[in-house]
């Protein structure tokens, strides 16, 4: 996904040292939303008119996963910075 491929590529230049973490953050946000995906928040769905999207924040990096549920999976629309503008993002 182009939105994980930029964000480890930001942390490779500006932070090294965090690159194994992060990609250890991705694995583990993805488990849980594979186990529970319903607990992601719908509110930027709402705000949007997007119908089924909603988000879920990492516990440990700046980064929101947004995603539609599925009746046996979930598919990951975007993965963006907390500090982007994220209607804008998730509008393209």
């Known amino acids: 996904m182009r ?5 480890r590529a930001c942390y490779q230049k500006e932070a090294p040292q965090a690159v194994i973490d992060f990609a250890l953050a991705v694995d583990a946000e993805l488990f849980h939303l594979q186990r529970n995906p319903a607990t992601g928040s719908p509110r930027h769905g709402l705000l949007i008119g ?7 924040t990492f516990k440990q990096f700046p980064y929101v996963i947004f995603y ?12 963006l910075h907390q500090a982007t503008d994220i209607p804008a993002h998730l509008g393209q």
């Open 3 to 7: 939105d994980l491929a930029e964000a």
């Open 50 to 56: 997007f119908t089924g999207l909603r988000s879920w």
């Open 68 to 79: 539609v549920q599925q009746p046996d999976s979930f598919v990951v629309i975007r993965v």
